[in-house]
């Protein structure tokens, strides 16, 4: 399709079939676009909302072009949150796959370069010494001995590596990072999907309600895309949906400013190791334990969301945490 054509067609408000989606994704992957027309395709959905069948297109087309991964039928768990929520917080999602790592539960965690926040995933796991890799064999052994891996998705998702710069230069969120965590290569067991906003909460609801993973939503009503503690917390999963306080699931509320992010990847990556070291500020470890806590409970193994979240304190506090994280990175 010409992009000039398919611009002009959503223009007129007018929004694409799955499969429409699906072919316009296959040609930016194939450089058939140029900079200026991605630009141009991504700011239509800054200014309009994506149908379900568009998200369902564009997820069609990067998991038929994805490099597959293959765990050996391991039982694995993602924690991702989709960004864009503007709120500069350290990496959560990242930290706490560690923590569930230092429990024993297996995590394949699906990571990109920060496009609309200062340090994403990615850019924290390279500045702290990560090599990535797509090496079936490599990340096996990864899963064996630190119950961890790590999938930097621009090299799992050609299309994603085509649009990451001109993502990086708007500087502001777009529907990729909603497809972020739907496209795990692994395909995992479990996901526990941080979102910024409630209606795309019901979109990865309605998605996700028809496949056969686990999974768990989480918003905090005040726009992160975590459980913030700064404020109550919708959770959504098969079985409903729930608000919970922050003292509920964290003992604790906190400030905003208690788990901001450096200004900076190398500050970033400074505030990484204090806290997987355990040497993280009150605030800043229950915002991770709670996050944590949430993701094991989301596997269906334990009897409570008290027991997780006490498995969490075990991991971080005893230093397994740290440990997984030493093996991983050969720090």
């Given at each position: 399709m010409i992009m000039k054509k398919i611009l002009n067609f959503l223009f007129e408000h007018k929004s694409l079939s799955r499969e429409q989606a699906r072919d316009v994704l296959h040609q930016m992957s194939n450089n058939l676009y140029s900079d200026a027309e991605i630009a141009a395709f991504i700011t239509v959905y800054l200014m309009r909302s994506i149908t379900i069948e568009e998200l369902q297109g564009f997820r069609d087309a990067l998991m038929e072009l994805c490099v597959p991964v293959d765990l050996n039928g391991q039982d694995v768990i993602d924690i991702v949150g989709t960004g864009g929520d503007g709120k500069n917080t350290f990496n959560i999602s990242t930290l706490s796959c560690f923590i569930v790592a230092g429990t024993g539960t297996k995590v394949a965690k699906h990571g990109n370069y920060g496009a609309s926040s200062i340090s994403g995933s990615s850019n924290v796991m390279e500045q702290l010494g990560y090599s990535f890799n797509t090496d079936q064999a490599v990340l096996n052994r990864e899963l064996d001995e630190a119950n961890i891996c790590f999938l930097h998705a621009p090299l799992f998702h050609p299309a994603l590596k085509v649009v990451g710069p001109i993502r990086k230069k708007l500087g502001v969120r777009t529907f990729f990072n909603m497809l972020g965590p739907l496209v795990n290569p692994a395909s995992p067991t479990y996901q526990l999907i941080g979102v910024y906003h409630l209606e795309m909460a019901r979109i990865y609801n309605y998605l996700l309600q028809q496949g056969s993973s686990a999974f768990t939503i989480i918003?905090?009503?005040?726009?992160?895309?975590?459980?913030?503690?700064?404020?109550?917390?919708?959770?959504?999963?098969?079985?409903?949906?729930?608000?919970?306080?922050?003292?509920?699931?964290?003992?604790?509320?906190?400030?905003?400013?208690?788990?901001?992010?450096?200004?900076?990847?190398?500050?970033?990556?400074?505030?990484?190791?204090?806290?997987?070291?355990?040497?993280?500020?009150?605030?800043?470890?229950?915002?991770?334990?709670?996050?944590?806590?949430?993701?094991?409970?989301?596997?269906?193994?334990?009897?409570?969301?008290?027991?997780?979240?006490?498995?969490a304190v075990e991991s971080l506090e005893s230093g397994r945490a740290y440990q997984s994280f030493q093996k991983l990175t050969g720090r």
């Amino acid at each position: 399709m010409i992009m000039k054509k398919i611009l002009n067609f959503l223009f007129e408000h007018k929004s694409l079939s799955r499969e429409q989606a699906r072919d316009v994704l296959h040609q930016m992957s194939n450089n058939l676009y140029s900079d200026a027309e991605i630009a141009a395709f991504i700011t239509v959905y800054l200014m309009r909302s994506i149908t379900i069948e568009e998200l369902q297109g564009f997820r069609d087309a990067l998991m038929e072009l994805c490099v597959p991964v293959d765990l050996n039928g391991q039982d694995v768990i993602d924690i991702v949150g989709t960004g864009g929520d503007g709120k500069n917080t350290f990496n959560i999602s990242t930290l706490s796959c560690f923590i569930v790592a230092g429990t024993g539960t297996k995590v394949a965690k699906h990571g990109n370069y920060g496009a609309s926040s200062i340090s994403g995933s990615s850019n924290v796991m390279e500045q702290l010494g990560y090599s990535f890799n797509t090496d079936q064999a490599v990340l096996n052994r990864e899963l064996d001995e630190a119950n961890i891996c790590f999938l930097h998705a621009p090299l799992f998702h050609p299309a994603l590596k085509v649009v990451g710069p001109i993502r990086k230069k708007l500087g502001v969120r777009t529907f990729f990072n909603m497809l972020g965590p739907l496209v795990n290569p692994a395909s995992p067991t479990y996901q526990l999907i941080g979102v910024y906003h409630l209606e795309m909460a019901r979109i990865y609801n309605y998605l996700l309600q028809q496949g056969s993973s686990a999974f768990t939503i989480i918003h905090s009503l005040d726009g992160y895309d975590e459980i913030s503690l700064t404020s109550d917390i919708k959770v959504i999963n098969k079985a409903g949906e729930k608000i919970y306080s922050a003292e509920e699931l964290g003992k604790r509320t906190v400030s905003p400013q208690d788990i901001k992010g450096g200004n900076s990847v190398e500050e970033a990556a400074k505030i990484f190791l204090t806290i997987i070291k355990g040497e993280g500020s009150w605030a800043q470890n229950a915002v991770l334990l709670a996050n944590s806590a949430m993701a094991l409970q989301c596997t269906g193994k334990f009897k409570s969301y008290d027991d997780c979240y006490q498995l969490a304190v075990e991991s971080l506090e005893s230093g397994r945490a740290y440990q997984s994280f030493q093996k991983l990175t050969g720090r």
